[in-house]
């Protein structure tokens, strides 16, 4: 079945360091690939997505880029702010049924930004 | 408009209770999931739902139940807890746009089970 493995947290980073989290996966087909941020005591929210290989998802000066060759969907930003705390999912769609099926999870990854 | 709103926010309730957990959604989105939420076990898909009147197993379905009788609400029914079932449990939905849509999440039931 579908897999998802990003690295284990805490990490914890510096104010204006550069960020990243990584997040390999395992599906059959081409899946939709999802990194979602959940702020303490908040519901998930999507933070950017890549639908096909070599893609890009962006949002709020965080990025990825779908890597079919490395099934990996690393997340990375240039320069943290406090702000950026925070517990971050990988996550990627089922191939079957539209992906109605839900969403297959990382175990997330614990995000803390020291000033 | 609101969003994805659960109901109740916590709850604790004693081994062999019952309790059902509400999920409204007015984004009149097709596609209706149950995930819970574990410590070091990122979300698991209990149950999912395509379309009013139709429910289905996700990931970790034993011991919940579900219903969608109406378009907006998606219902997860404990009906003997366990404490096995303390959890996190966060609501999702989805519109019928293909393997690329966002889930868009509530803010999350925290059950207890003593």
């Known amino acids: 079945g579908n897999s998802v493995t990003q690295m284990e947290g805490p990490v914890t980073l510096s104010e204006e360091a550069f960020l990243t989290i990584n997040c390999t996966y395992t599906?059959?087909?081409?899946?939709?690939l999802f990194w979602y941020v959940q702020y303490p005591g908040e519901g998930l929210q999507l933070l950017l997505k890549a639908t096909k290989a070599d893609d890009k998802g962006s949002n709020k000066g965080f990025e990825a880029t779908y890597r079919k060759e490395t099934t990996s969907f690393h997340l990375e930003k240039g320069s943290v702010q406090v702000s950026d705390s925070a517990v971050y999912f990988c996550?990627?769609?089922?191939?079957?049924?539209?992906?109605?099926?839900?969403?297959?999870f990382g175990k997330g990854t614990h995000l803390i930004i020291q000033p | 408009n609101a969003g994805v709103t659960q109901t109740p926010k916590f709850r604790v309730l004693k081994t062999g209770q019952s309790m059902t957990l509400l999920c409204a959604q007015d984004?009149?989105?097709?596609?209706m999931y149950w995930y819970r939420q574990d410590p070091g076990m990122g979300l698991r898909l209990i149950h999912y739902s395509v379309g009013e009147g139709t429910t289905a197993k996700g990931e970790v379905p034993d011991g919940y139940n579900v219903s969608r009788l109406k378009k907006q609400n998606f219902l997860l029914g404990l009906e003997s807890a366990a404490p096995s079932q303390t959890s996190v449990y966060f609501c999702?939905?989805?519109?019928?746009?293909?393997?690329?849509?966002?889930?868009?999440f509530g803010p999350g039931t925290r059950l207890t089970v003593l």
């Open positions: 984004m009149n989105h097709e596609y």
């Open positions: 996550a990627l769609t089922g191939v079957s049924g539209g992906g109605a099926d839900g969403l297959t």
């Open positions: 599906a059959t087909g081409y899946p939709s």
């Open positions: 999702a939905s989805s519109s019928l746009a293909g393997v690329v849509d966002t889930q868009y």
